[in-house]
T-cell receptor, first 115, second 115 residues
Framework: AQSVTQLGSHVSVSEGALVLLRCNYSSSVPPYLFWYVQYPNQGLQLLLKYTSAATLVKGINGFEAEFKKSETSFHLTKPSAHMSDAAEYFCAVSRSGAGSYQLTFGKGTKLSVIP | DTEVTQTPKHLVMGMTNKKSLKCEQHMGHRAMYWYKQKAKKPPELMFVYSYEKLSINESVPSRFSPECPNSSLLNLHLHALQPEDSALYLC??????????????FGPGTRLTVL
């Protein structure tokens, strides 16, 4: 079984401040991890993914995430928030082998950026 | 072309109507998915097609009927829906469903309202 916990359903940051969105996962096998962003009334867009090649993963729009096996975490960061970053962010986990089609999402974190 | 398209963008239907949602991708992906997303919730998997065959049905009521006419197209036929079926319906595709490291590409969704 696999699961994802996103700490904080709503995070507010000032424009130009550090963005930190937290994600912890649980998986009985080595996981594949993803961060998706969803703008209002739109589909999900992939920000970045971890597939075991490198623990620090760089994505689009200046976001990056670090896979920490010891902490079972995959937190998303961005050094300086822009107004355009305001959206819903989902962390997701999948796996190899049986059930690999299953993309298990966290409950999401809504990011607000204050001017 | 890294896009998944969905039509229509919005759909309003009565409980006795029959309608269809359409999804298309031209990335050569062999796995396609239907998700249902309620407000402020993560997407919930409904169906998985792998190589044009239905491989996963997540106990979805029979009033939802998926169809995969070819490797690029995915339809969702709707009949006798209930108001609680109102949601954003998302289509996604990936290279295949048997490798968890393949990210899923999402379409913009169809906003369905059942009266």
């Amino acid at each position: 079984a696999q699961s994802v916990t996103q700490l904080g359903s709503h995070v507010s940051v000032s424009e130009g401040a550090l963005v930190l969105l937290r994600c912890n996962y649980s998986s009985s096998v080595p996981p594949y991890l993803f961060w998706y962003v969803q703008y209002p009334n739109q589909g999900l867009q992939l920000l970045l993914k971890y597939t075991s090649a490198a623990t620090l993963v760089k994505g689009i729009n200046g976001f990056e995430a670090e896979f920490k096996k010891s902490e079972t975490s995959f937190h998303l960061t961005k050094p300086s928030a822009h107004m355009s970053d305001a959206a819903e962010y989902f962390c997701a986990v999948s796996r190899s082998g049986a059930g690999s089609y299953q993309l298990t999402f966290g409950k999401g974190t809504k990011l607000s950026v204050i001017p | 072309d890294t896009e998944v398209t969905q039509t229509p963008k919005h759909l309003v239907m009565g409980m006795t109507n029959k309608k269809s949602l359409k999804c298309e991708q031209h990335m050569g992906h062999r796995a396609m998915y239907w998700y249902k997303q309620k407000a402020k919730k993560p997407p919930e998997l409904m169906f998985v097609y792998s190589y044009e065959k239905l491989s996963i049905n997540e106990s979805v009521p029979s009033r939802f009927s998926p169809e995969c006419p070819n490797s690029s197209l995915l339809n969702l036929h709707l009949h006798a829906l209930q108001p609680e079926d109102s949601a954003l319906y998302l289509c996604a595709s990936s290279q295949d469903s048997g490798a968890g490291f393949n990210e899923q590409f999402f379409g913009p969704g169809t906003r369905l309202t059942v009266l």
